[in-house]
């Protein structure tokens, strides 16, 4: 399966950014979906993920409340809708595909699109 993740931008504090992860050459459904972000000097971290199948979802702590993730089996794409954006949430994010229930761990996914850039300004 190829990703290509969309949608990054440059938001103030508070805003609101919509990304989303085109998939082409299989199902999104089949495969469980997730965001990873990466900032400057720092390692690759797990935002959130929906499972293959029924589509449950796993999000880190840090986003708890303010992102959430949802998939368009039609257009074979999923969504990360990301609300009250604060600078600390400025990173490269990308989706990744993996067939693995550990979901948390990037090194679990085996397909990855291209990152897209978000930046919260203060």
């Known amino acids: 399966v190829q990703l290509q993740a969309s949608g990054g931008g440059l938001v103030q504090t508070g805003g609101s950014l919509k990304l989303s992860c085109a998939a082409s050459?299989?199902?999104?459904?089949?495969?469980?979906i997730g965001w990873f972000r990466q900032a400057p000097g720092k390692e690759r971290e797990f935002v959130m993920a929906?499972?293959?199948?029924?589509?449950?979802?796993a999000y880190a702590d840090s986003v708890k409340g303010r992102f959430s993730i949802a998939r368009d089996r039609a257009k074979n794409e999923v969504y990360l809708q990301m609300n009250g954006l604060r600078p600390e949430d400025t990173a490269v994010y990308s989706c990744?595909?993996?067939?693995?229930?550990?979901?948390?761990?990037?090194?679990?996914?085996?397909?990855w699109g291209q990152g897209t850039q978000v930046t919260v300004s203060s």
């Open positions: 050459g299989g199902p999104v459904s089949t495969y469980t």
């Open positions: 929906i499972r293959q199948g029924g589509g449950s979802s």
């Open positions: 990744a595909a993996t067939k693995s229930v550990a979901l948390r761990n990037p090194e679990n996914y085996l397909y």
